[in-house]
């Protein structure tokens, strides 16, 4: 089940812009940028211990990021994100726990993962993550 928090996703409006503050001020490395077409975003990882920072930036105007943005237009934490040893099950346990499942079954996400959201609704207001290795059976 739960194995420890993955990631905190930050949105920004520019990887560009926001990279060199974790870098330069917080002395961090930015390991990888990808791009998420699924979620019309680009990231950028940063490795802290055990957790990771996601920097999201949206690709498009229908992106939750861009949406995020538009009441939030100083971004900041967008999600935080769960490691776990079975995606599915975690999911049906949230389920049953009255939680609001985003995506009933996991997709692929940035970094070489499964993922699927909760709604911050049913979350105490924290937009919840679930992520697993995409070769983990699920």
């Known amino acids: 089940m739960v194995q420890r928090i993955d990631h905190l996703g930050i949105a920004v409006r520019s990887l560009e812009d926001s990279i060199p503050y974790y870098e330069k001020a917080l002395g961090l490395k930015c390991e ?7 979620q019309k975003v680009r990231t950028a990882f940063f490795h802290v211990g055990e957790t990771h920072l996601e920097l999201l930036e949206p ?6 990021i861009a949406k995020f943005l538009e009441k939030n237009p100083h971004g900041g934490v967008h999600h935080v994100a769960f490691a776990t040893d079975n995606i599915d099950a975690q999911l049906a346990q949230a389920k049953d726990a009255g939680c609001q499942l985003i995506h009933e079954k996991p997709f692929e996400g940035a970094a ?3 993922v699927a959201f909760l709604h911050p609704k049913s979350t105490q207001g924290v937009l919840t993550e679930f992520c697993a290795p995409l070769e983990t059976p699920h």
């Open 32 to 38: 990888h940028i990808e791009e998420v077409p699924s």
């Open 59 to 64: 690709t498009s105007p229908e992106s939750p």
């Open 112 to 114: 070489n993962k499964l």
